[in-house]
C-alpha cells in the first residue's frame, strides 16, 4: 500500500529517476526549481511512496491564472495574487501504473486548491495527456510549445465544476 507524504530535498534523486521514466528529457526540470517549490509552498509537494521507493510525485504552487511556470526556472516567491493553483508536474513510475495513484494525486491536488480557496487549477498538459486530465475536469485553452519538440496543451479547472474520477 503507497503511503502519501511530503516532498524533502532528500528525495531529489528519486524524483529524477520518475522523471526520466515519465518525460522528454527536454522536460525534465531542475534540481533548483523542484527545492523552490518545496521550500516556497511545501504543501504542494508530495508523493506516493512505498516504504523508501518513491512510486508518483505531484508538484503545484499558488499562481496568478494564465502564468506558466518555465522549466529549470525557479520560483524567488510566491506572488502575492495567486488565485489558480498550478499544478506543474505529476508523474507516476512506469511499474506504478494502473493502480489509481495518479487519479489520487489530482484528488489530493484538486483537495489542495480548495483548501488554499482558489477558484481554478491550470496546467500544461504535454506528451498526449490532455485527455487524462479532461476526465477531471480540466478543459482546453490553448496549444503552444513548452519546451523544444514539446507541444502543449494549457489546461484549466474551475473549483466550481465536479470532479471527474
Known sequence: MATLRRLTPGDIPQLHRLEAETYLPSLHESDEAFLKIIELFPEGAFGFFEGDELCAYAFA???????VLELKSPLTALPPNADSLYIHDVAVGGRHRGRGLATRLVATLLALARAHGLPASELVSVQGSAPFWQRFGFQ???????????????MRY???RRPGP
Do not use: N
Open 61 to 67: 504552487v499558488p499562481l496568478p491564472a494564465g502564468m
Open 158 to 160: 474551475e473549483s466550481s
Open 140 to 154: 482546453r485553452i490553448e496549444e503552444f510549445e513548452y519546451a523544444p519538440g514539446a507541444p502543449a496543451t494549457k
